[in-house]
């Protein structure tokens, strides 16, 4: 069995920040699946866990009995400015104060910390990733947190259900296009290798310090990535999953003969330079291999774009500027190539002929390199700071070949097209 749902509105954009987080209708289906479920345990890891509805379920089924794992960042890296009121999705009271996405967390934070929980285990994943000591200071946070996925593995007596999500389901994230999809079926090993590896590296919520420096340099035991299942992960602990995903992908672009879709908030896996061992490693990533196959139709979305001569009101310009106009500038000389652009873009996925990867990441340089070892001795923006990691972002692929699910994100891309705040930036044969 497998389901997907969508977030979609009609208006331009949704500037409403609402107390049941960025995707309200998406939110009332996992909360669905969560109650409908015969659950004798649920591993879920999010990135942002400041949703009090999904938390609260999460509560009421551990009260039932049912075994929750819970894995998020610690409160450090939760971005604690702008605070804004938040409304009801179908109506109701403004909050009586503002709130970030920090004082959210801090409320489930701490209300898990002052109560015994006989079934429900809380989690933080202190890893973070780092490559340059050139890099800027971090929005959110010392350094970047590695855990950038949306995910749940609900586990019943005689079947497993994955369920992934472009959506961070964050409350004061604003509203963005994103998808729901959930898979049912008989075995999933590498979901459950992923969630025992993730959490014995992580530390129980209650027992974590917040005053100790775990982020720079925070010990990482390797092992084998499993590519064979439907499920895929890229994380520290699975030695050069990155790279592996990164290659099964572009074997995949390589042989599609009709049509190439890549969708994602953020494009910018075309041509790329990273130094490891000393050494310097030249890539050609998905977008150019896309571009580079000469048969298949290929459409290109995301929430980004930059090309000189080129002003799109309401469009934020990616963090590589040059890199980007590359790429942007190899779609206009291709004849098959379209590009849409559309600032409420957050769904992740690929479509490769009958082939679909959907994905937590975006397609950029970081979620395709893993560098086992690097070491800082101090950053530009920083001079007390070290570094001694691993470079991994985590992320969740699901490959499917299911038709019903592969039209779905085709007419998801058909909305996408003629929504009225999207930009045309080129359409094929053109």
């Known amino acids: 069995m497998e389901k997907i749902f969508f977030e979609e509105f009609p208006d331009k954009t949704d ?11 998406l939110l009332n289906k996992l909360l669905e699946l969560l109650e409908s479920s015969h659950a004798t345990a649920i591993y ?3 990135y942002l866990f400041n949703n009090w509805y999904i938390y609260q379920k999460l509560t009421e089924l551990a009260k039932r009995g049912v075994k929750v794992h819970v894995v998020s960042i610690p409160l450090e890296g939760y971005d604690g400015s ?3 009121h938040l409304v009801g999705f179908a109506g109701g009271s403004k909050s009586n104060k503002p709130h970030s996405k920090k004082s959210l967390a801090e409320i489930i934070y701490a209300d898990y910390c002052s109560k015994q929980h006989k079934n429900f285990m809380f989690y933080v994943f202190p890893h973070v990733y780092v490559r340059s000591k050139r890099m800027r200071r ?3 946070g010392s350094l970047p947190y590695s855990l950038h996925v949306k995910s749940m593995l609900i586990v019943e007596k005689s079947s497993f259900t994955t369920v992934l999500s472009s959506s961070n389901f964050a409350v004061r994230d604003l509203r963005k296009f994103d998808y729901l999809y959930i898979r049912k079926t008989n075995k999933n090993q590498s979901s459950k290798e992923f969630y025992t590896q993730l959490i014995n590296h992580s530390i129980p919520l209650k027992e974590f310090d917040e005053n100790e420096n775990y982020e720079f340099n925070y010990p990482i035991r390797k092992t084998e990535c499993v590519l ?3 499920s895929i992960f890229s994380a520290p602990f699975f030695f050069d999953s990155n790279s592996r995903i990164e290659s099964l992908l572009i074997a995949k672009l390589k042989s599609a003969k009709e049509l190439i879709v890549i969708c994602a908030q953020h494009l910018a896996a075309y041509q790329y330079r990273y130094q490891i061992e000393g050494e310097s490693v030249n890539k050609k990533g998905i977008l150019f291999e896309a571009l580079k196959n000469n048969r298949a139709k290929k459409v290109f979305i995301s929430q980004t774009y930059s090309m000189q001569g080129v002003s799109l009101p309401d469009v934020r310009k990616p963090a590589n500027t040059k890199q980007f106009q590359a790429f942007a500038g190899a779609v206009q000389n291709n004849a098959e190539s379209a ?8 769904s992740k996925f690929l479509i490769i002929d009958d082939d679909v990867f959907l994905s937590s990441a975006n397609f950029t340089p970081t979620q395709f390199i893993y560098l086992p070892e690097v070491k800082i001795g101090r950053f530009d923006y920083d001079k007390t700071k070290s ?18 699910i592969r039209e779905a994100l085709l007419a998801h891309c058909r909305f996408i097209e ?12 053109k």
């Not at 570094?387 to 019903?404: D, L, P, V």
């Not at 003629?418 to 094929?428: A, D, F, G, L, W």
């Open 138 to 140: 971090f929005s959110r």
């Open 15 to 25: 500037n409403q920040f609402y107390k049941q987080g960025s995707s309200p209708e």
């Open 418 to 429: 003629k929504h009225p705040s999207t930009h045309i930036v080129k359409n094929i044969g």
């Open 44 to 46: 879920v890891s999010f």
């Open 82 to 84: 702008k605070s804004k």
């Open 339 to 346: 590009y849409r652009v559309n600032s409420n873009i957050h």
């Open 228 to 230: 064979g299942d439907k």
């Open 387 to 404: 570094y001694y990691g691993t470079h991994s972002e985590i992320a969740h692929f699901e490959q499917t070949n299911n038709k019903e």
